[in-house]
């Protein structure tokens, strides 16, 4: 049995117990809010599984306009009106560290954050950093030409200097990790070794006796 069929057993085992029960107005209010709240993070679920998803398969090349949603959340979160929506939820994001808030922004709309339900917005916001480190994604997606555009594109915000500072340092770490790796895994030439290990060792070749 996959995952999907037991949890479906279950809900289905659920559904039909609660007509074998007595129930209170209180007990029915509780339930409701219960299945509320799940409905809300399957939404979310949904939401960054089909991100993951497009990023996995393609990059960011398919994903719905990444450039001008990175583009709009950065207007929303530090534009002239950012004071405007200075609530909690939007400090939440920018509270964020860069990975998950452009994996949010690539995933949502500012719009879809403001009509979310605020249990939604809370699994989002709890959720997403757990969920996003469990899954492989292409190493250099937050910097794809896409997202980078979208970046730039608000560059002269007043309020963006600390979130880009620490977009350019996560890209200059990110090429640097990358440049090693790729030190590691170049073949050696015979003879010959990385800087790494100091200058080039003579090769002793073995003596050969007549």
Same mark, same amino acid.
């Given at each position: &049995?996959?995952?999907?069929?037991?949890?479906?057993?279950?809900?289905?085992?659920?559904?039909?117990?609660?007509?074998?029960?007595?129930?209170?107005?209180?007990?029915?209010?509780?339930?409701?809010?219960?299945?509320?709240?799940?409905?809300?993070?399957?939404?979310?679920?949904?939401?960054?599984?089909?991100?993951?998803?497009?990023?996995?398969?393609?990059?960011?090349?398919?994903?719905?306009?990444?450039?001008?949603?990175?583009?709009?959340?950065?207007?929303?979160?530090?534009?002239?009106?950012?004071?405007?929506?200075?609530?909690?939820?939007?400090?939440?994001?920018?509270?964020?560290?860069?990975?998950?808030?452009?994996?949010?922004?690539?995933?949502?709309?500012? &719009?879809?954050?403001?009509? &979310?339900?605020?249990?939604?917005?809370?699994?989002?916001?709890?959720?997403?950093?757990?969920?996003?480190?469990?899954?492989?994604?292409?190493?250099?997606? &937050?910097?794809?030409?896409?997202?980078?555009?979208?970046?730039?594109?608000?560059?002269?915000?007043?309020?963006?200097?600390?979130?880009?500072?620490?977009?350019?340092?996560?890209?200059?770490?990110?090429?640097?990790?990358?440049?090693?790796?790729?030190?590691?895994?170049?073949?050696?030439?015979?003879?010959?070794?990385?800087?790494?290990?100091?200058?080039?060792?003579?090769?002793?070749?073995?003596?050969?006796?007549?």
């Amino acid at each position: &049995m996959s995952d999907l069929e037991s949890m479906l057993e279950q809900l289905d085992l659920i559904g039909k117990h609660m007509w074998d029960i007595s129930l209170d107005k209180s007990s029915f209010s509780s339930l409701k809010t219960k299945i509320s709240d799940l409905e809300a993070q399957i939404a979310v679920h949904d939401a960054l599984q089909n991100t993951v998803r497009q990023l996995q398969e393609s990059g960011t090349s398919t994903l719905t306009k990444p450039q001008s949603r990175v583009s709009k959340f950065l207007e929303t979160l530090y534009g002239n009106n950012a004071s405007a929506t200075d609530e909690s939820r939007w400090n939440s994001l920018r509270c964020l560290d860069c990975e998950t808030f452009l994996f949010i922004a690539v995933s949502y709309t500012p &719009m879809d954050i403001t009509k &979310m339900p605020r249990i939604g917005f809370q699994y989002l916001i709890e959720s997403a950093p757990k969920y996003l480190s469990k899954k492989l994604l292409p190493p250099r997606w &937050m910097f794809s030409r896409e997202l980078q555009l979208g970046v730039a594109d608000k560059a002269d915000l007043a309020g963006i200097a600390q979130f880009k500072r620490r977009y350019h340092e996560l890209e200059f770490d990110m090429n640097n990790t990358l440049d090693d790796e790729e030190r590691r895994k170049r073949p050696r030439a015979e003879g010959q070794s990385n800087d790494k290990d100091g200058p080039p060792r003579k090769l002793l070749l073995p003596r050969y006796y007549k």
